[in-house]
């Protein structure tokens, strides 16, 4: 499909700017090398890194109200089907990724029993009863479907009122349920075991990062980014666009860190100040690229992450799919079994670079190898929709 010539591009930039940063800081050279901006928080705090996906959860939100413009937000048939279709693919490629990764893990550690091939290729393709369920993309196409199904069906003016809500009402969930230990007494992950069950959660002290009560705030995070795109995309003149972003990230971003005294910032649970600080800074980012992009038309630089920008999810998919590959393809070298990632970070990059400039040598190098696959379809110009 065509690129639409209306996209906003400094939109596209942005989303192209987080996804890049998503694929950069999930493949370093080594996980023991890395550094600190480049992880995550260990559990309250805020790090660059924590920033990349409540960035893309924020323009997933702007995007939304673009896309169900077009319906006039009519609750029809076909808008309904599309929104419906959408989150169900997108949840089902975040759990095909989850079963990809797994098969190939599963089928190295099989390996050394030296199976029949049938029975050594479904044990490990037969992972289901451990597979997880959440993660990523999963949130994304939940949020993403809650979102969409309340603009369709609540007037736009309650909007606000709603996001107010979902954060309040999880932040007594957080105090009144031990939300804030790091441990399986959180009420998060004592629900997500509950319902999802141990072995299909992620394994981080019980605490599944995308699990089912923090995408509450994840819902709330998106409709904020539906709220900011509604006014964003009706106000005509750029300076008013610009200034209107600015305040809205100024008034955000102070709101998340003053009351970060009594609700810490935290990722991992989603919490309400994480929200708000990071859609905040992502609103104040987007008034910037505004300014530099539309009105001082400064774009040489840009091409780059458009390639990214224009094919988030599948650019997200394929790095992810890269990931699990060199992470998983091994060989014999010099009598020690080694991966592909293994061997182009310890054996040609680390002892060239070091260990922590040569693992963020290797993820840069990673990132261009996925931005290479996307810059053919840019060239192109097509634009792939999940």
Not at 178 to 203: F, M, P, W
Request: proline content about 3%; overall charge positive; some cysteine.
């Amino acid at each position: 499909m065509k690129i639409n010539s209306q996209r906003l591009l400094a939109l596209d930039i942005l989303r192209g700017i987080t996804i890049a940063g998503m694929i950069l800081v999930n493949n370093p050279g080594s996980g023991k090398s890395v550094y600190a901006p480049l992880s995550h928080a260990a559990w309250h705090g805020l790090t660059p890194t924590d920033l990349v996906f409540p960035f893309f959860m924020f323009i997933m939100g702007i995007s939304t109200y673009i896309s169900l413009k077009k319906y006039d937000f009519k609750c029809s048939r076909s808008a309904i089907w599309k929104i419906v279709k959408r989150t169900c693919v997108i949840f089902a490629i975040g759990l095909g990724i989850a079963w990809f990764s797994l098969f190939c893990r599963t089928w190295n550690s099989l390996s050394a029993e030296n199976l029949p091939f049938w029975s050594h290729l479904g044990q490990s393709a037969w992972t289901f009863d451990r597979i997880r369920i959440l993660g990523v993309m999963q949130r994304l196409a939940l949020s993403y479907g809650f979102t969409a199904i309340i603009a369709l069906l609540v007037k736009h003016k309650y909007i606000p009122y709603i996001i107010v809500s979902l954060l309040i009402g999880y932040l007594f969930i957080l105090i009144f349920g031990n939300g804030y230990e790091y441990n399986e007494t959180n009420i998060l992950s004592i629900v997500d075991r509950a319902v999802l069950g141990l072995k299909h959660t992620y394994k981080d002290n019980g605490i599944e990062p995308e699990g089912l009560l923090s995408t509450i705030p994840a819902i709330a995070h998106v409709l904020i980014g539906f709220s900011v795109g509604k006014w964003l995309m009706n106000e005509k003149d750029i300076k008013d666009k610009i200034l209107r972003l600015f305040l809205t990230g100024t008034v955000l971003t102070f709101l998340g860190f003053l009351f970060s005294y009594g609700c810490p910032i935290n990722k991992k649970i989603w919490s309400p100040t994480f929200v708000l600080t990071t859609c905040g800074l992502a609103s104040s980012l987007l008034a910037l690229l505004i300014w530099i992009i539309d009105l001082k038309d400064y774009k040489k630089w840009c091409r780059f992450f458009e390639s990214f920008g224009i094919n988030p999810l599948f650019m997200y998919v394929l790095g992810a799919v890269f990931s699990i590959l060199l992470s998983n393809i091994k060989f014999t070298y010099n009598e020690t079994l080694i991966s592909l990632q293994g061997f182009a970070y310890k054996v040609v990059i680390q002892p060239v670079f070091g260990n922590y400039f040569g693992s963020l040598v290797y993820a840069l190098l990673f990132v261009s190898l996925v931005w290479a696959c996307g810059f053919v379809l840019y060239k192109k110009k097509i634009y792939i929709k999940i």
